[in-house]
């Protein structure tokens, strides 16, 4: 079979998954997750033995050790696969749900309903947990899914696809219903994300680079991540302590995610009293500095900022430091520099608060907390597919509620429309 | 300047302009619209003179009476321009609203604010009272607004331009709020499209071959609205005079509007009791009727549909039948052949009005009730910008809403995260 014909199968087949499991009752796809979770569990050594076939071809291919350890498959790693899709199957379900039903002037009572997206398709690197991420995620959600892992993880997806499709059978769910492609082929990625006929949306996961590429290329709308220069911002009237905590949080709780802290923005009145304590603690911990001008003059172990640094998100132990003479001049350099992810004010000045929250144009905007928070599970949503830096369909951290859309539903009684 | 250089310059004024935009108040953004509302009264003699440039040149041109008529800007129509723009004005402003703010387990508040999209493009046909409709919703919106309409309506669309400038410059808003582009160049919107870093959404507003050219083209999401292939659905447990009466109004209510109905499903037990009386009475009303064997057997002045028809958005006096052996096959077909705009079920069964609601994938579904309520003043939202056929972000009737988004927020007192 050619890869066109091929893609085109997988797309009709999720398709027709996707209508039964639009009307698959909570109950069902509680069943299929837990079914799902025993047939991993059974699967252990089978498993354990495909992705030893994947670690090997990584490691002939010099794959670094960072890569190898994400793509590593060991018993831990497979528990917690298990207990993600029993959490999963905890949540509550949103689909169906009817919000803001009213009568208006012509008798009518509209509302709103919340249904699946419909096919899903998720692109992501070599990372053999995000198989079972994303399924459970997409399942639950009643959509069905195309999955295309990282060719260095070939081995190790095909077999939890077996796994999936096997629990979701059990369950009396389409054996469709989850789909991972069983080519490493890239042209497939290509012809995955121009199928509008066949899939809904794309959620890419993985570097920058990646998702770049496939916002480009794709005729399916995409849910993407990009970049997290987040920012906190220092106010004069900043609680100093407050400040300090956050500012250590948000940058050193971990250095390669995306909720990190990448610059620090400093009133201009406190950052005398503010700085000194902070640069030092930070260079504690091993934190390479960049600042500008005013920040040397403060601490001249502090290396000179370059325009490029206030666009850099680090992922890294390392942070630039700014000081400006005002909260409003603060606002536009985050609105400017940053990246439309988290951003936070540190203030005890009502006003001030009240007016970040409003400008700042970033997926969450925080007032006396770290940035850390950004996170899916912080929120409340108990799982997340990803952060979305896009303002159109779903903003910040996606959750399930971010795999779904809302239709408008009328009930009449034989109601007409008079002009 | 080079078109290119015009419209870098043209994204750049208008990201500014939306900045200022996001936190101008309720009552700036009120002032302004009554300011375009007075600018436009006293701008009734321009407007009609340079109205009749286009007409000139459209004549000349040798476009048809349709599109003339279209182009055509009377004192009637300056009027419902004028009071549309009032009536924006009396809508509620959904900026700044903020919603499920809730405590954590963590001891943070997190919420969602709405806020403007950004910077919205419209791309339009020669109608130019669109150029008010789209300035005025996008700037109770708090969005900055470039619009390109058709090049038919160059003179006309420039006029309005400077009524609505003044009016919003008169309210303290920045000058670059909306913006008309003053180019017909073609590659202008091919520039506009795919211009991601100043263009935050793209809104087409015309027939169908210019949506579907612009959503293939374009780097940037788009709010579109394909076509309105809309069904009833008549059950064996319809009440068959509510079913007569909402099939002939979803019919003949008016025949070139999306949510009119194009196709006609009928259970096969009521066929015979049904479809007389509703053939004769729609012939009457001079639509023409297509249909399958079953519906032909019952009348044979129906002409027999082809595959083709059941596809069909006719937006004309023509309809075609279909009689199926029960409902499931009902919503198969519509979710076949439909375009997931609107599609009405009418029954007096509990459980197969239950059943229809949640299967039919379309962006309303609608019990005993005319697809001619598929409208955003119908549904309560004042004014629509237009009609979604996407699932992603706005989905049917778009209203103030549709032009928003949410982002998070998180109130804290120096919390930070510790794992």
Not at 19 to 47: C, G
Not at 75 to 100: F, H, T
Not at 162 to 174: C, Q, W
Not at 175 to 194: K, P
Request: with cysteine; hydrophobic share 40%.
């Amino acid at each position: 079979m050619s890869l066109e014909s091929y893609m085109n199968q997988i797309g009709q087949q999720a398709r027709a998954a996707s209508r039964l499991l639009a009307k698959a009752s909570t109950k069902q796809k509680n069943m299929a997750l837990f079914a799902m979770a025993d047939a991993l569990e059974s699967a252990r050594p089978r498993l354990i033995s495909e992705n030893a076939k994947d670690m090997d071809n990584g490691r002939a291919k010099g794959l670094d050790s960072a890569l190898l350890d994400r793509l590593l498959l060991d018993n831990k790693r497979i528990d917690s696969m298990i207990e993600g899709l029993k959490q999963v199957a905890a949540l509550p379900d949103p689909i169906g749900e009817i919000s803001d039903m009213v009568y208006l002037p012509s008798g009518i009572q509209r509302g709103q309903m919340r249904v699946p997206l419909g096919v899903i398709g998720i692109i992501y690197e070599s990372r053999p947990n995000v198989t079972i991420d994303a399924a459970s995620l997409c399942l639950k959600s009643g959509n069905a899914t195309i999955l295309r892992g990282g060719s260095e993880a070939f081995y190790s997806n095909q077999a939890i696809a077996e796994a999936v499709t096997s629990g979701v059978v059990a369950a009396g769910l389409p054996e469709h219903a989850v789909q991972v492609l069983n080519t490493t082929d890239r042209d497939a990625v290509g012809m995955l994300i121009s199928m509008p006929e066949f899939v809904d949306v794309i959620v890419p996961r993985g570097g920058k680079s990646l998702i770049e590429r496939i916002s480009k290329d794709a005729r399916v709308p995409v849910i993407k991540h990009l970049d997290g220069n987040c920012h906190v911002y220092v106010d004069d009237e900043a609680d100093l302590e407050k400040a300090f905590a956050i500012a250590m949080n948000a940058k050193t709780r971990r250095y390669g995610v995306c909720n990190a802290m990448e610059s620090l923005l400093v009133h201009s009145a406190v950052a005398d009293k503010f700085l000194p304590k902070l640069i030092g603690a930070l260079q504690e911990k091993g934190v390479s500095l960049v600042g500008c001008e005013q920040t040397r003059a403060i601490d001249s172990s502090v290396e000179l900022a370059t325009e490029e640094d206030w666009y850099t998100e680090y992922l890294a132990p390392k942070l630039s430091i700014k000081v400006l003479a005002n909260m409003d001049k603060a606002i536009s350099h985050i609105n400017q520099y940053g990246s439309h992810h988290t951003d936070a004010i540190v203030s005890q000045n009502y006003s001030k608060t009240r007016a970040f929250l409003t400008e700042v144009d970033s997926s969450s905007v925080m007032v006396n907390a770290s940035t850390s928070f950004a996170d899916g599970f912080e929120y409340g949503f108990g799982a997340e597919i990803g952060i979305s830096t896009d303002k159109i369909h779903a903003r910040g951290p996606v959750g399930l509620l971010g795999l779904t859309s809302q239709k408008y539903i009328v009930l009449g009684d034989g109601h007409t429309r008079d002009n």
